[in-house]
């Protein structure tokens, strides 16, 4: 790749550049910072429509009461069972039961507390979907 | 305070270790390192699913190139590992008050100064912790283009992510450097083993056979996976090759910047035309993921583009196997 053709396409990167490795005018190998690549841009575009999709989709069955609002925490920051799992230690099959609606309403404070603490929000939080 | 200076580099390990091997007055360049590391390389391995896409990947496994560019330049690292956060940040603190940088493995999803869309659950992160500002700390992030700071409670959590790779604590520091490091062995060493692992492989799914080998896939995709699916199969692909670790055409290209290093190194003016020639297939893998970025977009929908994928990557493996024939005769 020549200097010159470096790509300067801004998405992901937000205001950050990353290093391309690139030929100069003497034929020799520099660093050249690009902020981004419009190939790379539309990937990364791609993947995150599908997680996007992916979390309507949850949300939609949360309201439906088909998924208990855990469900929606996890799949929002891009976890399954197990390693949500190994994260708030608690097994696979407990996490599993807990996506059930019955079975979340029925959890006892201090495990409400554990996903609470994990991710970071309120119990009230950990109970509802936006 | 440690007097770090930050270098930014294309891919995290190779980034971390050119770092920290020139704090402690071994410059080297992360091209050097990625080439005496063999980082060079190409596997595809359909039974091991990634977010249920086959795992397609253009780098040596975590932590492979460091261990071969120290054990090749006789450089003495300490690295351990953890079971407990607290005790291990203590350990990052006690290293840091001596003014040791230190080398942390980290998961990506947890370091919160990167970009949203780059936090996934990536577990083999690396970044160099130089300094202490009260309870936050000073990080160079090797793919970033400035150092930056990181919450205590934060670089805890990236540093004991779970999850596949997980780094479970992982710190490491150099601890010597030898007076004369052979240079030009290491360089020789490390391009025998890439020559070895791309053309020889011990098997089939590594190397320049599995570049072929998924080239012919590619071709049926549409057939047997619909469009949708293989459009996905397809951005996976291209993230592979160009986000994670820079992935495929950017690390050829580090590669011909290597050849170009060892050139001089080794005194060899057959290696600089040969960085040349690698520089071509490095553009012919970026090629690659432009028309596979156009397919992933809806731009290009007719049946043959498939097939146009699939000739650039026989392409790039005829190029590859023809080239690293010719460094394997010019090294040996």
């Known amino acids: 790749m020549d200097k010159k053709e470096v790509p300067q396409d801004n998405g992901v990167l937000d205001h950050w550049h990353n290093i391309q490795y690139a030929v100069d005018e003497n034929g020799r190998y520099t660093l050249v910072p690009s902020s981004g690549w419009e190939a790379a841009n539309i990937a990364n575009y791609q993947a995150w429509g599908i997680i996007e999709e992916r979390l309507s989709q949850v949300i939609e069955k949360v309201s439906a009461g088909d998924l208990s609002p855990l469900a929606y925490h996890m799949e929002k920051n891009l976890m399954d069972i197990g390693l949500l799992a190994k994260y708030v230690r608690i097994s696979r099959w407990r996490v599993k039961r807990h996506l059930r609606t019955d079975v979340f309403r029925r959890l006892p404070l201090n495990v409400l507390e554990r996903y609470a603490k994990f991710f970071n929000i309120s119990i009230e939080e950990l109970q509802k979907v936006p | ?332």
């Open chain 2, 1 to 332: 305070m440690i007097n770090f200076a930050h270098q930014q580099s294309a891919h995290c390990e190779t980034g971390v270790l050119s770092g920290l091997l020139s704090y402690h007055g071994l410059n080297i360049s992360e091209a050097l390192c990625f080439g005496i590391g063999s980082g060079l390389f190409f596997g595809y391995f359909p039974f091991i699913k990634v977010h249920g896409l086959p795992l397609i990947t253009f780098r040596s496994s975590p932590g492979a190139i460091f261990k071969r560019v120290t054990q090749r330049l006789g450089i003495t690292v300490e690295s351990r590992k953890f079971s407990n956060p607290e005790t291990a940040m203590k350990a990052l603190d006690r290293l840091l008050d001596q003014g040791i940088p230190v080398g942390l493995r980290t998961g990506m999803f947890w370091l919160p100064y990167f970009p949203s869309h780059f936090r996934f659950h990536f577990n083999a992160h690396n970044l160099i912790v130089f300094g202490r500002e009260g309870s936050d700390y000073r990080i160079s992030d090797p793919v970033l283009d400035e150092p930056v700071l990181c919450s205590r409670r934060d670089l805890t959590r990236a540093r004991f992510a779970e999850g596949l790779l997980s780094p479970k604590g992982r710190m490491y520091c150099v601890t010597g450097i030898p007076k004369h490091a052979n240079l030009k062995q290491a360089i020789l060493r490390g391009i025998r083993e890439v020559c070895m692992t791309m053309l020889t492989p011990t098997i089939p799914l590594v190397g320049v056979w599995a570049i072929h080998h998924l080239a012919n896939k590619i071709r049926v995709w549409p057939k047997r996976l619909g469009h949708e699916k293989s459009k996905l199969y397809l951005g996976h692909m291209i993230r592979m090759q160009e986000e994670i670790g820079t992935g495929g055409g950017g690390f050829r290209l580090i590669y011909a910047a290597f050849l170009q290093d060892a050139s001089e190194i080794l005194d060899d003016k057959r290696l600089h035309d040969l960085s040349g020639k690698m520089t071509l297939i490095g553009d012919r893998w970026r090629e690659f993921a432009v028309q596979g970025a156009r397919i992933c977009k809806g731009r290009a929908n007719g049946e043959n583009s498939y097939d146009i994928l699939s000739d650039i990557l026989h392409d790039c493996g005829h190029m590859e196997k023809e080239v690293l024939r010719e460094i394997r005769k010019a090294t040996s």
